[in-house]
Every structure is written in structure tokens, then in C-alpha cells.
């Protein structure tokens, strides 16, 4: 439908009005191009993997751009998610949003190719800032600069992931509210980066509450489309905890609009999602993009302005943390 250079064009032209606006946004310490003379190749590298990775295994996109979201979120984005646990101290890998996290031997793999480039120079915070844009590249979104520059963290504690991650049975509002506005996002990078959905799956149990017990009446949710609740249940039995069900069917691996489509619909899995319909902005947001085919140049556009955004939150830089040699260990 739309072909690369399109797409790169495109990114060009919004990279010029990100960085314009940008640079005077960006923390100090995290600029575009920050590996250039320390590790030059390092984006190709990042983006020739994911290139062989994405074709063989698609449907982990879905999953590495969460992966960027659930890092920054929960103190900043400093590759925390990637550390594992440690005898007697959780990391937030074992908290209970991170049921479908998956993709961390991809990570692992651009690592070890860039400590074979540059030893001890990328740090595993930037690569999942790289890795986050490339997927969405790579399933036909936005191409858009990614500010470099982090360094790597040493605390990763279960207990501030639940904390810090919005969960999928509260309202808009209120995660907007409780989680959204105190990290500097806001109301319009909530409907932004929600679009993030058109990608990727979900376990039946983040959204079984409302197909069949919803608030304790025994029915489901009556926001909820009553012709597709039946195709849901048929896919989720209730107790279910394995099942994955795609969050944009039929293009769930293809980064565009629909998943708006469905949101207008009130074919969203999440009250999370569906609420965006009951305040006046966000649902104009979703219905504007929800009527858009072809070129939603719109929603990429503030797709990756959100993303860059939120690539920035509480990052360290310069002699702050360190770079990890292995992302899932502190050195
Ligand atoms: C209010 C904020 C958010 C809530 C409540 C939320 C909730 C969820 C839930 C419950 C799942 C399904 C997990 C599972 O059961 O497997 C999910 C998946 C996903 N989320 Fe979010 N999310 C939010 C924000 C975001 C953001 C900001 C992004 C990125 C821009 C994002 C990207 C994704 C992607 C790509 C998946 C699919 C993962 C896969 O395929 O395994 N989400 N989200
Ligand atoms: C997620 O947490 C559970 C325990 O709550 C743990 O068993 C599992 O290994 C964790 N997943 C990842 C990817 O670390
Ligand atoms: C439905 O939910 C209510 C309230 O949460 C609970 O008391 C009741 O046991 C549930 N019924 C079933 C069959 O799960």
C-alpha cells in the first residue's frame, strides 16, 4: 500500500520538524545520531537485525514495542525490564504486567551484535528506544529519529512496575490521571500511544472480567459490542490464562488505524481503550483517525512525537549509570 521510500520521505519530513522542535526538548545528554562518532553504524546494525528478525518471527513486534513503553514507564527509561532477577530480589520482569512480555533473546542478539561492533559503548536503554521504532517501521508506521544517549540502570525492583503500569480494567481518566500526568505525558499522548495496540496480542485473562462476570452482574460488559462478545468468548473460556487473542484483528501486525476503528466500534478489549470514547477530545481523536484510510499522516506524525516523549522520560545520561555489557545483568 505504501511503499518505502514514501515512508522514509515522510520520516525525513517529520524528523525535521521533530528535531526543530526537539532540540531544545530533549534532556541534555540524549541528542539524535549520539553514537556517530563512538559507534557509527550502530542504528543500521539495530535495524539490519530486526529486519532478519521481524520477517522470520512478526509477531514479536507487537511485544519489543511494549517492551519500550513497560521500561519507561517504571522509573524512567533506563533498560531496567531487561535485569533479571537476583537471589532474593525480584526484578520487574516477575511483576504481574509483565505476563506477555517476551523478546528479551532479540535484545540479547542486537547486543551482542553491537558489543562486537563497539564494545561497552551502546547501552541497553537506547537499544530498546531503537528497537521500539524500527518494529513500528518495520509493520508500515512512522520512521522517526530516536534521540540516543541513555545509560543503563542498576535498580529493577517487581514492586515499582506495579506500581507505575497503568492497568487495562482502569478508565482512561483515571490512568491518565494516576499514571500519565505525573510522568509529563498527557491527555493527547494517552489516545497517541493507546493506538500502539493496532499491534500485537493479548492474554485472554487481561480483559476476561468483561466478558462474563463484569462488576459481579453476570453479564459482560455492556459497553462492550454485544455482536463481538460472542467471538470473544468463543476464544476465551472463562479462566483462560494462555490463549493470546490479537488486539486489532486481522491486521495485528500491521501498524495503522484500525485499532481505532474497533475503539469507535466498542470492539476495544480494554477499559482502558474503550473509555477513551467517554471524554470529548480523546474520542474526537479516535473517530478523526478511526475515519482515515490509506496515509493516516495524523496519528504517525503524533505517534512518534509521543514516542520520542516518552523515550525521554527520567533518563540517565552522561555519567549516570553505566552501559551494561549484558542487558540483563548490572556489570
Ligand atoms: C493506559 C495504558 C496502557 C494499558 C492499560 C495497556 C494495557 C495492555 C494490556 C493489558 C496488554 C495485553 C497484555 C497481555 O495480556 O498479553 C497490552 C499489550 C500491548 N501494549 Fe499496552 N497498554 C497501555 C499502553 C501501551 C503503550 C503506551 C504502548 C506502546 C506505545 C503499548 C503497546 C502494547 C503492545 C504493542 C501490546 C501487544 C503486546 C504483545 O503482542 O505481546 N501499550 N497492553
Ligand atoms: C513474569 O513473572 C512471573 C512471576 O510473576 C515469572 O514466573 C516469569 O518468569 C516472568 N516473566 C519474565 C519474562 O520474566
Ligand atoms: C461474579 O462476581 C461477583 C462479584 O465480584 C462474585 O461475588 C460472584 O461469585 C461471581 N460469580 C461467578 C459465577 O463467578
Not at 528478525?53 to 533506563?78: E, K, T, W, Y
Not at 531496567?80 to 528479551?104: A, Q
Request: aromatic share 10%; net charge neutral.
Amino acid at each position: 500500500m505504501h511503499n518505502m521510500p514514501y515512508r522514509l520521505l515522510f520520516g525525513f519530513v517529520l524528523s525535521l520538524v521533530l528535531q526543530f522542535s526537539l532540540v531544545l526538548s530533549n534532556p541534555p545528554g540524549l541528542n539524535i545520531g549520539f553514537y556517530q562518532y563512538t559507534c557509527p553504524n550502530a542504528e543500521v546494525i539495530v535495524r539490519d537485525e530486526m529486519t532478519k528478525i521481524i520477517s522470520r518471527v512478526p509477531s514479536l513486534a507487537g511485544p519489543l514495542l511494549r517492551m519500550h513503553f513497560h521500561d519507561c514507564f517504571v522509573n524512567g527509561c533506563d533498560g531496567s525490564i531487561l535485569l533479571d532477577s537476583t537471589p532474593g530480589s525480584p526484578s520487574e520482569k516477575e511483576s504481574i504486567p509483565n505476563l506477555s512480555l517476551r523478546g528479551f533473546g532479540t535484545i540479547d542478539r542486537v547486543k551482542a551484535k553491537l558489543e562486537q561492533a563497539c564494545p561497552g559503548v551502546v547501552s541497553c536503554a537506547d537499544i530498546l528506544a531503537l528497537v521500539a521504532r524500527d518494529v513500528v517501521f518495520l509493520t508500515k508506521g512512522p520512521h522517526w529519529d530516536v534521540p540516543t544517549g541513555r545509560r543503563d540502570g542498576t535498580r529493577s525492583v517487581k514492586d515499582d512496575a506495579l506500581n507505575n503500569l497503568p492497568p487495562p480494567f482502569f478508565d482512561a481518566t483515571r490512568n491518565l490521571n494516576q499514571f500519565f500526568i505525573p510522568k509529563g505525558l498527557d491527555a493527547k499522548d494517552q489516545v497517541v500511544l493507546l493506538g500502539g495496540h493496532t499491534l500485537g496480542t493479548s492474554h485472554c485473562s487481561s480483559f476476561a472480567s468483561r466478558l462474563y462476570n463484569f462488576s459481579g452482574t453476570m453479564m459482560p460488559d455492556p459497553t462492550l459490542d454485544k455482536y463481538y462478545v460472542p467471538r470473544l468468548k468463543s476464544k476465551c473460556q472463562p479462566g483462560d490464562k494462555t490463549t493470546l487473542v490479537e488486539m486489532d484483528p486481522g491486521s495485528f501486525r500491521t501498524f495503522d488505524t484500525s485499532y481505532y476503528r474497533h475503539i469507535a466500534r466498542g470492539r476495544a478489549l480494554f477499559t482502558s481503550d474503550e473509555t477513551l470514547m467517554l471524554d470529548p477530545f480523546t474520542r474526537d481523536y479516535v473517530l478523526r483517525q478511526a475515519g482515515i484510510a490509506g496515509y493516516p499522516a495524523e496519528f504517525f506524525a503524533d505517534f512518534a512525537a509521543s514516542m520520542v516523549k516518552m523515550g525521554n522520560m527520567q533518563v540517565l545520561t552522561g555519567a549516570q549509570g553505566e552501559i551494561r555489557k549484558h542487558c540483563a545483568f548490572v556489570n
